[in-house]
């Protein structure tokens, strides 16, 4: 089946800081990426949509000057948190669509984000 | 915009016993998906099984199947001989086939097997 990887799977920052977590689609050409974040015990909030080649779509309420995202290849998007705090962290989870596989998305196995 | 409830935080079920899950949402599309995810404690989201609005027919994946009501929008998943690594939390998902296309989750449903 289709796999996603995702890099670091923790990663620790000061407040302040940036930091960038790499998505990857590892047998399949991804033209279409998603960034979600998961609070503790809640569900998935899609914090943006990625096409390669174009800028992101970011839903409702999210900082898109905050949450840096780059589709630069069919196989690679990048989230990268700038000037982390707090409250920022998070799980943070990828998916993409294989559109050989229409209407479904694989997820990667998520990054916790913890900044102190 | 379309919303997806899950009711139930929090299930639990005898092994080899049957828990039905669920869910409804709200949409004005006519044509769209619905899925079940699951979320075992490795955090790693793994694809249960999907419903196309369009089929009549009921998705069956081995001992999961869904009991899809159109009309009133909602979306159970049942687990039949249900065994200790179905333990994991349950999100249904809701993905319209027009415009936009984006996974709308629930609230999740954390099950738990009893041994």
């Known amino acids: 089946g289709a796999v996603v990887s995702q890099h670091p799977s923790r990663v620790i920052c000061k407040s302040g800081t940036s930091v960038k977590i790499e998505c990857r689609s590892l047998?399949?050409?991804?033209?279409?990426m998603f960034w979600y974040r998961q609070f503790p015990k809640q569900s998935l909030m899609l914090m943006a949509t990625?096409?390669?080649?174009?800028?992101?779509?970011?839903e409702q309420g999210v900082e898109k000057d905050k949450f840096l995202i780059n589709h630069a290849s069919l196989t690679l998007s990048t989230l990268t948190v700038t000037s982390a705090h707090p409250e920022d962290s998070s799980f943070y989870i990828c998916?993409?669509?294989?559109?050989?596989?229409?209407?479904?998305?694989?997820f990667g196995p998520g990054t916790r984000l913890t900044v102190t | 915009a379309q919303t997806v409830t899950q009711s139930q935080p929090e299930m639990s079920v005898q092994e080899a016993e049957t828990v039905t899950l669920s869910c409804t949402y709200d949409?004005?599309?006519?044509?769209?998906?619905l899925f079940w995810y699951k979320q075992p404690p490795s955090r790693q989201m793994i694809l249960v099984i999907r419903?196309?609005?369009?089929?009549?027919q009921n998705a069956t994946e081995n001992r999961f199947s869904v009991n899809f009501q159109k009309a009133a929008k909602s979306f159970s998943l049942k687990i039949s001989d249900s065994q200790l690594g179905d333990a994991a939390m349950y999100f249904c998902?809701?993905?319209?086939?027009?415009?936009?296309?984006?996974?709308?989750f629930g609230q999740g449903t954390r099950l738990t097997i009893n041994p």
């Open positions: 419903q196309e609005a369009y089929k009549q």
């Open positions: 998916s993409a669509r294989d559109p050989g596989r229409a209407y479904e998305q694989y």
């Open positions: 949409t004005s599309e006519s044509d769209y998906y």
């Open positions: 998902a809701y993905e319209r086939i027009q415009g936009a296309q984006k996974l709308v």
């Open positions: 990625s096409n390669e080649g174009s800028k992101a779509t970011y």
């Open positions: 047998d399949f050409q991804a033209t279409t």
